[in-house]
T-cell receptor, first 114, second 112 residues
Framework: DSGVTQTPKHLITATGQRVTLRCSPR?????VYWYQQSLDQGLQFLIQYYNGEERAKGNILERFSAQQFPDLHSELNLSSLELGDSALYFC?????????????FGPGTRLTVL | DAKTTQPPSMDCAEGRAANLPCNHSTISGNEYVYWYRQIHSQGPQYIIH???NNETNEMASLIITEDRKSSTLILPHATLRDTAVYYCIVRELNSGNTPLVFGKGTRLSVIA
């Protein structure tokens, strides 16, 4: 158990819909990262937040957005969903007592868009 | 783009050492070599990292060549639970708060 929690574990929805994925980082970790893993693209970085502020952006679509709240949990919002958005979405955290070197990943949310 | 090259797949007999190579010929002086693994559809798991000296922890050993252009991750006694995709990642020193760039990794199959 990495200490990072993600909900829900599975999500099935239809094209055009909007969903919210939630992540709670390890206690004390200030950085939260979101990654997407699809069959054809592998693990891709989407966005990072540090202590409530956006720190870095990767291959994140304009239809996707995220935020980190004062209690450091983060949400990834995916809107106008397309079939190609079906993927595993992982959240990771770092920057706590374990130092800056490791990122700890959650178990992921499997999104299926029908 | 990932700065590393790894073989797409490898097999290893259970109980034997698994040696996973990684080429990082363009590594710069302030970059570390990190290894993560992903067991089927689970979140990636940190294994080990190093700069230029060999490193060992409870999971694995990391051997980095003197010119730092390649490295080998060693799982000394592979078990079936070590079957996973192993990712070799190069990151700058003090880049703990930066994202990881994953390549395609090596799919290790441990065979009974």
């Amino acid at each position: 158990d990495s200490g990072v929690t993600q909900t829900p574990k599975h999500l099935i929805t239809a094209t055009g819909q909007r969903v919210t994925l939630r992540c709670s980082p390890r206690s004390g970790d200030l950085s939260v990262y979101w990654y997407q893993q699809s069959l054809d693209q592998g693990l891709q970085f989407l966005i990072q937040y540090y202590n409530g502020e956006e720190r870095a952006k990767g291959n994140i679509l304009e239809r996707f957005s995220a935020q980190q709240f004062p209690d450091l949990h983060s949400e990834l919002n995916l809107s106008s969903l397309e079939l190609g958005d079906s993927a595993l979405y992982f959240c990771a955290s770092s920057g706590g007592l374990a130092g800056l070197n490791e990122q700890f990943f959650g178990p992921g949310t499997r999104l299926t868009v029908l | 783009d990932a700065k590393t090259t790894q073989p797409p797949s490898m097999d290893c007999a259970e109980g034997r050492a698994a040696n996973l190579p990684c080429n990082h010929s363009t590594i710069s002086g302030n970059e570390y070599v990190y290894w993560y693994r992903q067991i089927h559809s689970q979140g990636p798991q940190y294994i080990i990292h190093g700069l230029k000296n060999n490193e060992t922890n409870e999971m694995a050993s990391l051997i980095i060549t003197e010119d730092r252009k390649s490295s080998t991750l060693i799982l000394p006694h592979a078990t079936l639970r070590d079957t996973a995709v192993y990712y070799c990642i190069v990151r700058e020193l003090n880049s703990g708060n930066t994202p990881l760039v994953f390549g395609k990794g090596t799919r290790l199959s441990v065979i009974a």
